[in-house]
């Protein structure tokens, strides 16, 4: 099954006329004076895999999410057997393991959110005003597909309703991965991850003795974490609030600042 998208640019001509004339006469008058690149500018798709979106209540929601960050990052902070890791095993644990500890935070702080078409005035201003391509026009935008995904991840979860305890021992599996190329201690790393899925199995008979069907469930509903991409993430709930800034880099600050 095809699920590209299937608008074509004679559809982005009817459905915003003012928009491609504008983009017409700047490319015909302009050709010669400047470089911009028209083709890199993603047109306005109308399709539901690929509409570009943003946060509804972008003030209330990148607060929470914020929030939620931070506790991510001290959490790992938190862990002795992780403080015991060398610095470059510690670096690839984050960039591997921070988006998907962050959806799990969301899940816990119970954070919903509802989306919204971008604006499509922005696109044009950028046009109008810079008439230069820029980082934001660069970067993968958050989709409705994306989002989506997301959304669904996060309902998932909720219908496990996990309890504390729970979520911690998952968080160190999630942050204990021995697959991330290039870790020095391979082995510890991957002794931790039994670890905690020994932990996180026992809790579950705990919690619902008998067969592991839920213990399993668990497993199988973090497997979908990483379907959601850090650049979702990031352009979502971050970009309002850093602006131009490497997010990356500022979780390292956050994680290395004693």
């Known amino acids: 099954m095809d699920n590209g998208c299937h608008c074509t640019a004679d559809t982005d001509r009817l459905s915003n006329p003012i928009l491609y004339n504008i983009l017409s006469q700047m490319d015909n008058s302009k050709a010669g004076q400047n470089n911009f690149n028209y083709n890199s500018v993603p047109h306005r798709c109308n399709c539901e895999l690929r509409r570009t ?81 820029s980082p934001e026009m660069e970067r993968e935008q958050p989709t409705m597909a994306g989002v989506s995904k997301l959304k669904s991840c996060l309902k998932k979860f909720w219908s496990l309703d996990l309890s504390p305890k729970e979520y911690a021992y998952l968080k160190g599996t999630t942050i204990f991965n021995p697959d991330v190329p290039d870790l020095k201690a391979a082995l510890f790393v991957e002794g931790l991850q039994q670890e905690a899925q020994h932990a996180l199995s026992e809790v579950v008979q705990l919690i619902q003795p008998g067969p592991q069907e839920r213990f399993a469930r668990i497993l199988l509903t973090a497997s979908t974490l990483q379907s959601i991409t850090p650049s979702l993430i990031t352009e979502l709930f971050f970009r309002p609030v850093i602006g131009q800034a490497d997010l990356l880099e500022l979780l390292v600050d956050m994680l290395f600042c004693r």
């Not at 607060?63 to 931070?70: D, F």
């Not at 890791?85 to 644990?93: G, M």
């Open 53 to 133: 979106v943003c946060l509804k209540r972008p003030a209330e929601i990148c607060k929470e999410a914020s929030a939620v960050l931070v506790k991510t990052i001290h959490f790992m902070k938190n862990l002795p057997a992780f403080n015991q890791l060398p610095p470059n095993d510690q670096l690839s644990l984050l960039k591997s393991c921070w988006a998907p500890l962050f959806i799990l935070g969301l899940v816990q702080e119970h954070v919903d959110f509802e989306v919204m078409d971008t604006p499509a005035d922005s696109m044009l201003k950028k046009i109008l005003l810079n008439r230069q391509e």
